[in-house]
Structures are given as C-alpha cells and as structure tokens.
C-alpha cells in the first residue's frame, strides 16, 4: 500500500504553477514509481488568475498560516522569493514539524545555516535541489553521489539571464543594452534585472554549493562579486581572437592555504573548454574532485517545468 503524503505550497508564480501542475497531472505517475500517494491539499497566493494552471482539487488560500497550521499537511513547498516572509514561512514549518523544500536560492545563501541548524533541532529536512541550476541535479550529485569524494573546485555558468546575453551579444553582434531587452522581451530576464547582470543571484548559488562542498557555512557579505554591465561587444571579440570565451562564472576552490575562496565575474574560459560551449539560458556546472577528477553537469537553468521537475523528487 503506498504511503500518503499531504502537500501545502505557498506562491503560485511561474515555478510555483508547474509544481502544481506537476503534482496533478503525475500523481499516478509518482505513485507507480516511488509507492508515495502525494497529495496536494492547499496552494497559497494573492492571485490565482495569472498563472495559466488550474487547480483541479487542492484548496485556494490567501493566508500561508493555513498550511502551516494544517496537521494534515506533512510538506510545506515555499515558492514565494525573497528573504523575510520565506523565512518566516520555513521556520514556521519547522516548528511545526513539517519537511520543506525551496527554491529560494538567497534566503538559503543568507540565512540558511539558521534553517538547517533548526531543521535538524526539530526532525525535518529542508529539500532545496532546484535552488541551483533549476532543472540540473547538482545538488544531490555533491551532497550524496560525491559524499565520499574531495571537491577542490567549482566553476559554474549559474545564470541562465546573462549567459543568454552573453550569447546574444558575441553571436548576432549586439552590444550589452541590447541584448538585455531581447532577454527581457523573451522573458529571460526581469523588468529590473540587477541580480541578475550584476551577478547577485549566481554569487547566491555559489554559495550554496560551496556550503555542501566543502561542509561549512559562509558569510555572504564576504563574497567578492562583479556582473557583467560593463562588458563590451568587443571585448567578447578581443576574447575569441585570443582563444578564448567570456563567461560570467561562480568559482568556488580550495587555495593552497587550504581556505576555501568564493568569487562571482566575469572570466576568460579557453574556447576548448567544456563550459565554453554552454549558450543561451542553459547552465553548466565543472566540478573538479580527488576521487572523480573532471565532471560535468549541464542542463536548463531556469524555467517553470525544469525547475519545478526537481522540486518534485527530493
């Protein structure tokens, strides 16, 4: 007999309306191959007409006490971004007792050495596989498949936003501003789109993997971090005719000291280099290790079903 699980998710954005769609249209699916019942029971939001998703069953709230308050919910899904109200949310549910998962890469950056300490304090997990690379598996590829293993260095294209111009600008021969509203056009980058192109959502990432990495936590306010405002068409030329490639990269090694240094800016990558040949919105993750050696993780680094995919199976 399958196991019931009861589910509440707070936000019903982009990423937030594929996990609900996800949930209801694969439940036989997840049934048949993990032997979990996950039921969706409440999905939190200020608006509901926006998204393009139906809710066939689960209730329609606008209080995210509701869930948390709910006995019967046993996962608490947060998907609203931001740092205050996300952390009131999963540190309410941890109270509680309830597991969580997120995607809020900046609140687990900033304050997730908090949420984790708490989480183990009461009993809970806090899943968080889709706040990195969105539909890439990086995650649980460090925190379990290398769990035995010795990272000494990580270079990622973590921003599907600036990779996509970075494209644009070297491919069509555009330069920076207008690159950025074909992104924003597309969808690919924000009306205001600061953390994006001034490196802030990867600086965000690294950090993240860096922490499951290396096994210790970082102030974040020490992270050195440049974006990509003030790179030219032509210096992506000049780049080439060098042999090379400019990349906008979260690198995160262990020096000779044996101190752990995490940078975000741009970088010179050689033309034969894996993370070379990542274009558009894709992301890419190298990852260099004792026991491994070189390994790569590649995938789409944004988007409501990539993302969403893997908030599912944590």
């Known amino acids: 007999m399958a196991k019931s699980i009861k589910v509440g998710v707070v936000g019903f954005g982009t990423v937030g309306g594929g996990v609900v769609d996800i949930l209801q ?56 971004g931001g740092i205050d109200i996300p952390f009131d949310i999963i540190s309410k549910s941890i109270l509680k007792r309830k597991n969580v998962v997120t995607a809020n890469k900046a609140l687990l950056a900033e304050k997730g050495n908090i949420l984790f300490k708490m989480a183990q304090d009461n009993g809970v ?23 035995g293993d010795r990272i000494s260095e990580m270079l990622g294209i973590l921003n599907g936003t600036t990779n996509f111009i970075l494209t644009k600008m070297f491919e069509e021969n555009m330069e920076f501003e207008d690159a950025l509203k074909e992104a924003q056009r597309l969808g690919f ?94 992301n890419g993750v190298l990852v260099k290790s004792k026991n491994l050696g070189i390994t790569m993780y590649y995938g789409k680094g944004a988007g409501r079903y990539p993302t969403a995919t893997l908030q599912q199976f944590q």
């Not at 806090?126 to 890439?136: H, T």
């Not at 020096?255 to 990542?278: C, M, T, W, Y």
């Open 125 to 147: 997990v806090i899943g968080f596989e889709a706040s990195v690379g969105g539909g890439i598996p990086i995650i649980r590829s460090i925190a379990d498949a290398m769990v």
């Open 189 to 282: 980058a924000e009306a205001d789109p600061s953390l994006d192109i001034d490196g802030i959502d990867t600086a965000h990432k690294i950090t993240i993997l860096s922490q499951l990495a290396f096994n210790t936590s970082f102030d974040f306010s020490s992270v050195h971090i440049e974006g990509i405002r003030n790179i030219s068409l032509i210096d992506l030329k000049y780049a080439y005719e060098m042999g090379f490639v400019l990349k906008l990269l979260g690198i995160a090694k262990i020096d000779d000291d044996g101190k752990v240094e995490i940078r975000v800016h741009p970088s010179l990558i050689n033309k034969d280099n894996q993370l070379a040949f990542i274009r558009n919105e894709y």
């Open 25 to 80: 249209q694969n439940r036989d699916l997840i049934k048949s191959r993990s032997g979990v019942d996950i039921e969706l029971k409440g999905v939190v939001s200020k608006n509901f007409s926006n998204v393009g998703i139906e809710i066939l069953y689960a209730k329609k709230l606008s209080d995210y006490n509701e869930i948390i308050n709910d006995d019967e919910i046993d996962i608490v899904v947060e998907l609203v």
